[in-house]
């Protein structure tokens, strides 16, 4: 499969930005742990990060031109209110996955809510970086279903 995996605002800043909940680890070492993972399991994969509503829009919709075969998103804190982006999901023929690196249902009641999820094929929280490997293993079995 051809991947893409986006991540969102303020998570160029892992590894700086409060490590008691995203962990130590940088964005560059996921981009790699996810790199491995895909590879040896016969995939590519394109990496985007961006701070802008717009750049990840664009980039979703770059992976339908593409034709991905499927998406890892981490909306980040635009999961809890961006309508665009449940929009550009939505407008894509790309099956999408929502990724967070916490568990968003155990914090603040803000980030109970995803907005985006609803366009989703599915969410994974809680579980830090395993979380985009778990997405990539459920797109395999998503394509293999044939869904
Ligand atoms: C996050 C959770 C969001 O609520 C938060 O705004 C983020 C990161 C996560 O990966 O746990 O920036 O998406």
Do not use: W
């Not at 995939?43 to 919709?61: K, P, Y």
């Not at 665009?84 to 009641?109: F, G, N």
Request: proline residues 3%; negative net charge.
């Amino acid at each position: 499969m051809n991947l893409v995996i986006i991540n969102g605002p303020n998570l160029n800043f892992l590894g700086i930005r409060e490590p008691d909940i995203y962990g130590k680890e940088t964005l560059e070492y996921l981009e790699q742990k996810i790199k491995t993972y895909a590879e040896d399991r016969g995939h590519t994969c394109a990496f985007f990060q961006s701070n802008t509503e717009g750049a990840l829009i664009d980039r979703i919709q770059q992976a339908h031109s593409e034709q991905a075969d499927g998406i890892i998103l981490n909306p980040a804190a635009y999961t809890h209110y961006s309508y665009a982006l449940h929009d550009a999901v939505k407008a894509v023929s790309v099956p999408t996955v929502e990724v967070h690196l916490s568990a968003i249902h155990a914090r603040e009641a803000f980030r109970r809510e995803s907005v985006v999820a609803p366009a989703c094929i599915g969410q994974i929280s809680g579980f830090g970086i395993t979380g985009y490997t778990l997405a990539i293993h459920a797109l395999e079995e998503y394509k293999l279903k044939g869904a």
